[in-house]
Nanobody
Framework: QVQLEESGGGLVQAGGSLRLSCTASRLTFSRYVMGWFRQAPGKEREFVGCISRSGGSTNYADSVKGRFTISRDNGKNTVYLQMNSLESEDTAVYYC?????????????????WGQGTQVTVSS
């Protein structure tokens, strides 16, 4: 069974930075487009960004463009989300997800595999 495990969440002041990691096991990592999503209390899960299988292409939500960067290391089966200039609106549980079909889609249902999430709280 595919496993995705996020780490790196925590409490940070507005304007600060965090780097989330997501390590995958029991899959051929390089075959998956990897996405990051987030969900705040009372809100729907929303797309943050995604990265192609090779890491050569990324897409981002407008709300994080220029502040967040996704990268991956296929040798370590890990995808990263570098978050800079954090705002209180970025407070959410962050999830990584894997899409074997490579659609680079912003839609959660396009991703077959999900981690359990890691909490990010930005204090103002």
């Amino acid at each position: 069974q595919v496993q995705l495990e996020e780490s790196g969440g925590g409490l940070v002041q507005a304007g600060g930075s965090l780097r989330l990691s997501c390590t995958a096991s029991r899959l051929t990592f390089s075959r998956y487009v990897m996405g990051w999503f987030r969900q705040a209390p009372g809100k729907e899960r929303e797309f943050v960004g995604c990265i192609s299988r090779s890491g050569g292409s990324t897409n981002y939500a407008d709300s994080v463009k220029g502040r967040f960067t996704i990268s991956r290391d296929n040798g370590k089966n890990t995808v990263y989300l570098q978050m800079n200039s954090l705002e209180s609106e970025d407070t959410a549980v962050y999830y990584c997800a894997g899409d074997l079909y490579g659609s680079m889609s912003p839609t959660p249902r396009s991703y077959e595999n999900w981690g359990q999430g890691t909490q990010v709280t930005v204090s103002s």
